[in-house]
Every structure is written in structure tokens, then in C-alpha cells.
């Protein structure tokens, strides 16, 4: 076995470490140094005032029952509507549960080919941006509150001038959508004025083409993130899971190959990761078109002969891709090699009967003083482009729509507040071409605009949103069948399937990505560092920066926290003397940035990357002074060669969680050669407890590590379906942070090239579990079903339980997090879960809740099998289907006959406390292609 | 060698243990009869209404049926409190000049919501299920008491764990057909009927009582 290490601290065991290692709680390890009285005195306080907390009478409490039911609407109980939400011109089908009224949890939807219930962690976490204490509330003129009657005489006076110039001198310019109604709102407006333009820019380059990845035997990949965050991350993962679901069966092959300057989710989930700079990747692509392997190192050599092999082995089964940043030739050659090979090269995104323009031609007329009247609708080029900042103030009229008042809203006259995509009538486009309705969960609180209405507007009209997405599709289906009958099945599904629209997939080319964002310099030595430009993972491009979940959400490579670094590789950090907090300054042909320094083991020596998404200047109290802007280097997709890294002195704090909740050493992921290979089987270890008798149902879950790709989207739906508490930065650097379910990322090998893998650590709800054994109050307790249940009404918070959990997963609640919460914000949580309250342990419950309402509903309607169709919310999320939980006395169920395959280990075996969460061994094929 | 406590010191001590002891328990005692206290349960005490609607007439004058209004009773984990547009079914027909019924009148015309005050109340870590109770027989009158007889609403029961636990350590007793849950009271029968009809009930449906105290039931 060889070691596996959490950060390059532990691989080199510094005692700063080892120091955070023996410490339960890292944060108390600087605590003063207490007298045995003070202890004493406040342990007698503590008890004295925790026996006393049961005496307070109850407050009265108010009710207020609605004034008129909804009909259909049951009291007490949740409804669901299939919805969908937009992101970067791919709509993720979601199913919206709502609670009297209040969305309070997204789900995929079941029913669609692109999402089969599944979501990504910004799907997940889009519920809060809706309850968003900070968004846009009112109509903004010269920065001063306006009304929307002062907005629509604007509009008008607008469109009578473009009537009469036909339109001369206006500019729209959007973010990537495919959404019909948007794009026949916009064609009529094109067409009502001629001269117009419509350009869609989004700030990260996306794909344009989203293949079906199920089919894929072989994959290579040269930098292109398939699995990794952004609109098609849950159609991919889930294509990607298919096909290694049936490699696990026996059924063909799953290989992935990937070239890449630094580590993806895609990188460190491939069976051969292959560190190549940006440079390399053309001459790797043309290396394996015609074979010339000239020029390429013995490990580039292996690795190309590797995937030709595999490649040839599978034609018509394989894929080569080419990230969406890289040049237009670079894709072109990926192109031929999937022609000759007779890849199919199917799985385009359509396109809009009306094309946008790239944002190059807007910024250029901008410069000429051609734009008289520029319209921005949800998209924020003036923080993500900085050259657009200047460009804009050269614009007499400029108007803004967005749901924020952000950096555009500021340098705009008009700012016109968005209504969310989960208040809103409108549709889109699905991963598979199929039309999402989207319909509103909740009527709009604030006095807010769809995008659709917004469009109307500008062209005068104020038509509902609601009446605009109706007349796009009453004319489009109208052959034969009766349109409200069509309308009523769509909005109840949430689509209309691919193959009943007719869809006309577009030539591939890349939708409204900037086309520079391709463009770089060959670097002139090999020397030379290249700066990278990438969306965050977490926040992406600065869009969710003023979301407490995602902010929270360890991004899933570095684990760091609320903030952005500048990544450098462990090779050019020793050789400029940095550690992990340096604050550098980076700059490229004179543009300059200074953050901190993380050191990325697995990067390639030269490359340094960072992340766009910070360093807001106007946005809300969330993200503020947070990271610094890394589009100032330019734009997300970029590379740029000839950087320069200085160091400035000082440090800055980075929070992260990668060493926090360490456990004791272990061969914490293990690895088998083949999916038939089982692992070699645990002693029976003895056990001085009698054995725990079986009911029936009890819970169990298994976890398959040869499936999870480290996506996150667990972590934010257990967030939001358990109520849990965001602490913010320098709490979580102090190891207070409460998430539930946490991801593990383990490093593997030399730190250059180190094997990166993940392992989701929740509750292991062990059946002798050390936590009951350490409560003096009997707070912790075992349900007869096997569930470790944690009372929080019982909690004094002596910590005792935490300090016994060997598997680190119990959480204490330092502080009230959550009683100033905004009102907003208390309207988002799930009624179903107990708000816990200061100097409380919690913990994942198996969501218990999910498990209770089930077993009465299951027992009110008298359906025995109730016990098969429940899931816990982080299963439910999980793309890859690498979470599956169930009943383990049911050897047919799901979850058995995962744990039965061979595969299937304990962590910490040696603690003998028998966890009901068991792991699956990940497969790592020496000799795999 | 002079004597260090004076003959006096012995009384003082016991008199400062009796003190101790009488002040301990004395303390004991009354914050125990402080927790039963109905000013901490709130049994008996009537909340002021907004309405002075009074179960009396409606329930046991007019002899609606407790399903009328709290409608989600047999289905959800609420009963509910009913919609303005419930009350107006009846009072926009009877009783429609009445000046109790003003904030009736005024709530549906303006669309806001009565604001009542929450005579059965639970602290928010409890997760009360209305739909198993009533579906496994449990009638309304074991925790509204006799809600026909009350012309205004007051808490029949402590609704304290002790209480609850009461009941679910030894349900049998309590329980009746399913269809005699929403009588006021329901038909009087022997203790021993009683018992053996709830211990039938219990077979029946398999209920098993040693997860009816356990904390997961109630706790989430």
C-alpha cells in the first residue's frame, strides 16, 4: 500500500501538522492557557444553565392560515412542479418542491434524458440565489431608486427613435441562452429594426456540442473538463457513469485519457492522466492523428501510443475533444481524428433561428462611438472583461437588466432588477435539445421582470411572461392536437422530448464564447510561465460569488474556501521559495494581479492558474473583499505565456478544508486491478457488543469510489435539504465549518504527478459507534434500523462524541449561526429539519426525515414497500449514481448488492466499529488500453 | 490545648446543613412544580383570539365534524387551521352581519390572513404527525380534550414529553376505530374492552412499541 496524504504538509509531516492532526479541534489549539478553576467554573455554569433551559414557557406563537386554499393544496404538505433553470444556454431540468408557497429544494427531474433526477452543485445551490436577501429590488436610474413607469417611458421613447432609425446604433447584448422564447423575441426585434445587432457573450467559454458519453469506450480528452463544472457537467457525469456502470458489468471498456496543464475533475478521474502544458497539447492532437511522435518525451510517447490503441481498438465508440478555450484549429484537428475513426459526431447544442454575433464586433463599434443605446440582459461583462469597462462609458444610453445591481448595473444609466428563473415564465433548451418550460415555483415578492418580459418591454410591449412562452409554443404546435391540452402535459413533464421538436442541431461552433479567449502565444522557451484563465469551480464566473453555499463549498481539487489563489505547481514553488499563503503579485505584458500562492501537486511545472469569479467590486456583502479579479489578466478560457511572478512579501489567509478532519492513517481508498478482481477479504474481528439484530428495514449506504468524481453536488443538496449553516472564512479556517457530508481528496505518489482521489466521508452510522459510548447525556443514541441518531434537545455540547468519532464527522455548533438570518433566507429552509441552536452537536442523519415521512406515508396508505423508494438528498443529487442508499436486510435491494461486489471495504476497518457506510474500491488498471 | 470551635459551632453546622438541605430540596421541589406548573404547560389557560370562535357552538351545538375545517387531518402531518375562505362558506349565507365575525369578513375582502394565536403548540425540534395518529385510532379528544365543550379554545393537555411518552408507552388503551376518532367523546366502553381492542390493534398492524419511544419517532 502505498501512502496517501491530504496536503504536502502531512507528506512532508511537518509538525504544524501533526499538531492540527492530534487536535480534536484544530480551532482550540490556540486557546489560552486555561486554569483547572476556570475550567471548573464554567462546567458548573455550563450544567447549571443547560438543566435550566427546560424550564422557559413556551412563547405564544401566531398562526396564519391562508385567506383562500389553493386548490389541490393539502396543508402540511409539499407540492412539486417541474421546472427548469438556465445556465449558460443549458436549461437543467429540475422538479421544484415547494412548501405553503416557498420553493425550499431543487431536484433533478426523473423523467428527463438530461438530468434522470440528477443535478450539479449550482443547480443545487440556485434555490438560495432566489431567497437572496441582496438581489436587485427596484428599478435603478444614475444609481438612484427609480420606478418601473419612469423604466417603460424610457423603453417607449427608445423604441420610437430605433423605429424611426430602423434600429440604427442599438446594441442587445445577452449571456448564452437557447431559450425560444428569448431568441423569437429577439428575431422580432431584429426584424422590427433592421440595423440593430444582437451579440451573446458569456463569460466562460462553453462546449458547443454535447456528445452522448454512455457510447464512449475510449475518451481523450486534451484539456477539456467533461466531467468537471459548468452547464453540461450533469449530463456528461451521467453519460460517463453509464458507461463505467457497464465496464464494472463486463460490458466493454471505460477508458478516459486526458492531457491536461493542470488537474480537472476530468484529469484525476482518467485512467491515464497525462500533465501537459498548453503548448503540448497541439503537438500531442497531431501526434496522434498521424503518429509522429518526434519530438514528444518517453511519457508523452506512452501515453499517445496508449490512447491510439485505444482509440483504433474502439471505432465508432470512442471520442477525441478538445477543451471549448482552446483555437478553432486545435478543434478542427480533434474533428478529423473523430471522422476517421468514425466517431459519431452527434450530440450538437441547436442553435437559435437567429444567430448572435461574438461580443469582439460590439466592444470595436463601442471604441467607434457607433453604439448610440446598448441593452445588457443578465450577463456581466464589465467585471469579466475589463476592456468592456472602458468601451461602455463611450455609450449615450445604456441599460442593464440582471438580478443583481453588479459592476455592468454601475456603469449603466438604467438597471432594470431580473426575476429568477424559479419566479418566472420562460424555456430552454436541455443538453439533449428537448424544450424545458420553466415555470415560476413562486410568484415574484419583489417588484421584479422575467427576461422574456424584459425583451417585451424594450420593444414596447408588456405582455406577461407568462402570455409571451405561450405564444411562441401555440404557434409552433398547433398542428392538429389542442394547444391547452399540449400545455398542461408539457408543464406537468417539464419538456417536450428532442424528437417531437424537429431539432436542427447546429454546425459545431462555439456558442458566444468569446473568440479570443482561444488565442495564445506560444511560449518562446520552455521557461516561460503561462498564466491560465479559468471559471471557478465553485462560483464559476462570478455569478453565484454572493452565494453563501457555493462560497462554502471546498472547491473540489484544492478544498479552499470563500476566495481565490494563485495556483502554482510544487516544482516552482520550491524553486521560488513559496509556501501556500505567499502573497505574490502575477503579471502578463503588464496587467498585473496579487493573491496568494496554493500549491497544486499534479499542475505542470510552468503553468499557473487562476480563478475567475473574484475581486468583485460591486456586488453584495457575501463576496466582498473576497480574492482578487483574475479577468484583469483577461478573459475566462485564456492562456498567456510570458508571465512573471513576484513575490511581494506577507501572507494572506487561505482557508481550506483539505486538512481538517483528518483521521487516523489508513489505506483510506483502496484499489483493485479489475472490476472482478475482489478485495482481499477483512478478518472477523471480534466484537465484545452483541451483534446488532437486523429489522427490517434497516439503512445502509455504499459509495462507489470508481464512480464519484469529486462533483460537489452531494455537499450543496445536504446543505440545503438539512438546514445547514454557512460560518464563513476565517471560522471555516479555524475547522468550524458545519457541512455534514465532506469530500475527501487524497493525494497518491510523488507530488509532481500525484494520483488524485476522492472519497465522500458522511456518517458512517457504525453499529458500535464510539460517539454513543462518550455521551454523558445519552444525546447520541442507535435506532433499532441502524441509524446513529444524534437528540439535539438532549445536547450539552461536552464534545465528548466528537472527540470519540474515529471518521471525524460530527459537527458543533460554536456559535448561533442562524438567528440573524435574514427573513428571506428563514423561508428557504426545510420545515422538515430541526434549526439547531448554539453549543449543539449534529451530524449527517441519513436524512431521517426523508426516512420518517416515508415510513407514515408508507403507513397511512398502506404500501409495505415504502422502504424502497426513499433516498437521502446527497443520493439523490449524485450525477454518477456513486451514492446509493437503501435497505440492507433486503439482499435484492440496490444498496446489497453494491456492498456485495467484491469491492466493498469499511473504512478504518481496524476501529472494528462496523460502519453501515461502507465504501467500494476504486479500479485502477495497471495495464489498462 | 485550647479548643478550636466554640460549643456553639456544632449547632451552627447542623442548622447550615438543615439550611442546605431544606434550600436544595425546597429548590428542587418548586422548580419541579414550576415545570408541571399550568403557567409553563399552559393547560386550561385561553388564549385571546382574534375572533372569539368558540368549538362549543360549532362543534357541539351545530355538531360539524372535525374533518369540516381541519380538512388535512387524515392525510398530512398537519391538521390545519382552515382557509378565511372555509369560515365564509357558511358565514357568507349565516350570521352575515355579525360583529364578532368582522375580521372574518374584513380578512376575505382584503386578502390577509387572520392571525390567530397557536393553542396546540409543540417546541420546533418535535415533528408531530396528525395523519398515523388518526389513521392508527388515536381520537381527538386524548389531546384536544373535549374540544365540543370549550366556547373558547384552551389547551386540554400539558403537551410536555412526559405527556406524550404517557401514551406511546402504553397506546393500547387509548386507541378506537378509526371511524369513532372524530367523536366528542367517543363511545364509552370498559377499561378491559378497551385494552383488548387496542392490544388487537397493535397486532394488527404490527405496531412495534418499542419505536414508539424511541427518539427518531419524534426527533429529527
Known sequence: ?929 | MPQIFRPSADTWLRLAAATMALLLSGGLASAGGFAGSTYVNQVGWIEEQPVPFSHKHHVGDAGIDCRYCHASVEQSARAGLPSTHVCMTCHSQIWTGAEVLAPVRASYANDRPIAWMRVSQLPDFVYFNHSIHVKRGVPCVECHGRIDTMPLTYRAEPFQMQWCLDCHRDPAPRLHPVGEVTMMPPPPRTDAAARRYGEQLIRAHQIDLGRLVNCETCHR
Open chain 1, 1 to 929: 500500500m502505498s501512502r496517501q496524504w491530504r496536503s504536502l504538509d502531512e507528506l512532508v509531516d511537518s509538525r504544524s501538522f501533526r499538531e492540527l492532526f492530534a487536535a480534536e479541534f484544530p480551532s482550540l489549539t490556540t486557546a489560552a492557557d486555561w486554569k483547572r478553576r476556570d475550567i471548573l467554573k464554567c462546567m458548573g455554569a455550563a450544567i447549571a444553565l443547560a438543566g435550566l433551559d427546560g424550564c422557559e414557557r413556551q412563547p405564544d406563537e401566531r398562526a396564519f392560515p391562508y385567506v383562500r386554499q389553493a386548490a389541490g393544496e393539502t396543508l402540511g404538505e409539499a407540492r412539486f412542479y417541474a421546472t427548469a433553470l438556465e445556465f449558460d444556454g443549458v436549461a437543467q431540468p429540475v422538479i421544484g418542491k415547494t412548501r405553503a408557497g416557498r420553493p425550499i429544494k431543487l431536484e433533478g427531474n426523473p423523467d428527463h434524458p438530461a438530468s434522470g433526477g440528477k443535478t450539479d452543485a449550482f443547480t443545487q445551490a440556485a434555490l438560495l440565489d432566489l431567497y437572496d436577501p441582496e438581489r436587485s429590488q427596484a428599478v435603478l436610474h444614475k444609481g438612484r431608486i427609480a420606478d418601473w413607469q419612469a423604466y417603460d417611458a424610457m423603453a417607449h421613447e427608445l423604441a420610437r427613435r430605433m423605429d424611426a432609425s430602423g434600429g440604427k446604433g442599438f446594441r442587445l447584448l445577452t449571456g448564452a441562452t437557447r431559450s425560444p422564447t428569448q431568441l423569437r423575441l429577439i428575431g422580432a426585434m431584429l426584424k422590427r429594426w433592421p440595423a440593430a445587432r444582437w451579440h451573446a457573450w458569456s463569460a466562460v467559454p462553453t462546449a458547443s456540442t454535447a456528445p452522448d458519453l454512455s457510447r464512449a469506450h475510449a475518451i481523450v480528452s486534451f484539456d477539456h473538463d467533461l466531467l468537471g463544472p459548468g452547464p453540461l457537467q450533469t449530463w456528461n457525469a451521467r453519460g460517463w457513469a453509464a458507461r463505467r456502470s457497464a465496464y464494472h458489468t463486463g460490458e466493454g471498456e471505460a477508458l478516459l485519457f486526458v492531457a491536461e496543464p493542470t488537474p480537472s475533475l476530468t484529469g484525476v478521474t482518467a485512467s491515464h492522466r497525462l500533465i501537459a502544458g498548453t503548448a503540448r497539447l497541439p503537438v500531442l492532437l497531431a501526434a496522434l492523428l498521424d503518429g509522429t511522435v518526434a519530438g514528444l518525451s518517453p511519457r508523452e510517447k506512452e501515453w499517445v501510443a496508449l490512447a491510439s490503441r485505444s482509440l483504433v481498438r474502439n471505432p465508432g465508440r470512442g471520442l477525441v475533444t478538445v477543451g471549448a478555450h482552446h483555437p478553432p484549429a486545435l478543434q478542427q484537428l480533434a474533428r478529423r481524428l473523430n471522422d476517421q475513426l468514425g466517431n459519431a459526431a452527434d450530440g450538437a447544442l441547436p442553435a437559435g433561428p437567429v444567430e448572435a454575433d461574438p461580443i469582439e464586433p460590439l466592444l470595436a463599434a463601442m471604441h467607434a462611438g457607433e453604439v448610440k443605446a446598448l441593452m445588457v440582459l443578465d450577463t456581466n461583462p464589465v467585471y469579466a472583461l475589463p476592456e468592456f469597462a472602458e468601451a461602455i462609458e463611450r455609450v449615450p444610453l445604456r441599460i442593464h437588466a440582471g438580478l443583481h445591481a453588479d459592476e455592468t448595473a454601475f456603469r449603466c444609466h438604467w438597471h432594470a432588477p431580473l426575476a429568477h428563473d424559479l419566479e418566472s415564465w420562460g424555456d430552454a433548451r436541455a443538453a439533449d435539445g428537448s424544450v424545458c418550460l420553466i415555470q415560476p415555483l413562486v410568484r415574484p415578492w419583489l417588484d421584479v421582470r422575467s427576461k422574456a418580459a424584459q425583451l417585451a418591454t424594450l420593444a414596447g410591449r408588456s405582455s406577461s411572461d407568462h402570455a409571451l412562452v405561450r405564444e411562441t409554443w401555440g404557434s409552433a404546435w398547433a398542428a392538429g392536437a389542442n394547444f391547452e391540452e399540449q400545455w398542461q402535459e408539457t408543464l406537468r413533464g417539464g419538456f417536450r422530448p428532442a424528437s417531437s421538436e424537429g431539432v436542427t442541431p447546429a454546425s459545431a461552433q462555439a456558442v458566444s464564447a468569446s473568440a479570443k479567449a482561444g488565442a495564445e502565444t506560444p511560449p518562446r522557451s520552455n521557461d516561460e510561465l503561462t498564466v491560465l484563465v479559468r471559471a471557478d469551480p465553485t462560483v464559476w464566473d462570478g455569478r453565484f460569488s454572493d452565494n453563501p453555499w457555493l462560497q462554502e463549498l471546498p472547491k473540489p481539487l484544492t478544498k479552499i474556501v470563500w476566495g481565490n489563489a494563485i495556483h502554482i505547481s510544487p516544482a516552482l514553488a520550491e524553486e521560488e521559495g513559496l509556501e501556500n499563503g505567499d502573497l505574490v503579485e502575477l503579471s502578463v505584458a503588464g496587467r498585473s494581479v496579487s493573491g496568494p500562492i496554493w500549491i497544486v501537486p499534479g499542475q505542470e511545472r510552468r503553468t499557473i492558474l487562476v480563478h475567475l469569479g473574484y475581486g468583485r467590486h460591486h456586488a453584495g456583502t457575501v463576496s466582498e473583499n473576497l480574492g482578487f479579479n483574475a479577468a484583469l489578466l483577461g478573459p475566462a478560457g485564456s492562456s498567456h505565456s510570458d508571465a512573471t511572478l513576484r513575490k511581494v512579501g506577507g501572507r494572506q489567509l487561505v482557508a481550506s478544508t483539505q486538512s481538517h478532519f483528518a483521521m487516523a492513517p489508513d489505506e483510506f481508498v483502496r484499489f483493485v486491478p479489475s472490476p472482478n478482481t475482489p478485495l482481499r477479504a477483512e478478518p472477523v474481528r471480534a466484537n465484545m457488543y452483541p451483534p446488532l439484530p437486523m429489522t427490517e428495514p434497516s439503512w445502509g449506504m455504499a459509495i462507489d469510489l470508481d464512480l464519484c468524481i469529486g462533483c460537489n453536488a452531494c455537499v450543496v443538496a445536504c446543505v440545503a435539504e438539512n438546514n445547514i449553516a454557512t460560518v464563513g472564512k476565517e471560522q471555516v479556517a479555524k475547522g468550524r465549518e458545519m457541512h455534514w457530508l465532506r469530500v475527501d481528496r487524497y493525494y497518491e505518489g510523488p507530488p509532481d504527478d500525484a494520483r488524485q482521489v476522492f472519497q465522500p466521508v458522511p456518517c458512517m452510522h457504525c453499529e458500535n459507534a464510539p460517539c454513543e459510548m462518550g455521551c454523558p447525556v445519552n444525546a447520541a443514541v442507535h435506532s433499532p434500523d441502524g441509524l446513529n441518531l444524534q437528540v439535539y434537545n438532549r445536547c450539552i455540547g461536552t464534545r465528548t462524541c466528537a472527540a470519540y468519532c474515529p471518521y471525524k464527522v460530527r459537527r458543533f455548533n460554536w456559535f448561533d449561526w442562524t438567528k440573524e438570518d435574514a427573513p428571506e433566507l428563514q423561508a428557504a429552509r426545510n420545515p422538515e429539519v430541526t434549526v439547531r441552536g448554539r453549543g449543539v452537536m449534529e451530524k449527517c442523519t441519513y436524512c431521517i426525515q426523508r426516512l420518517q415521512n416515508a415510513r407514515i406515508d408508507g403507513e397511512v396508505d398502506e404500501q409495505p414497500d415504502w422502504a424502497t423508494e426513499v433516498q437521502t438528498a446527497c443520493q439523490q443529487a449524485c450525477p454518477t449514481q456513486a451514492i446509493v442508499f437503501g435497505d440492507v436486510s433486503d439482499p435484492k435491494s440496490p444498496v446489497s448488492r453494491r456492498k456485495a461486489n467484491g469491492r466493498d471495504y469499511s473504512l478504518l476497518a481496524d476501529a472494528n466499529t462496523r460502519p453501515r457506510t461502507t465504501h467500494s474500491a476504486r479500479i485502477a488498471r495497471e495495464d489498462e488500453a
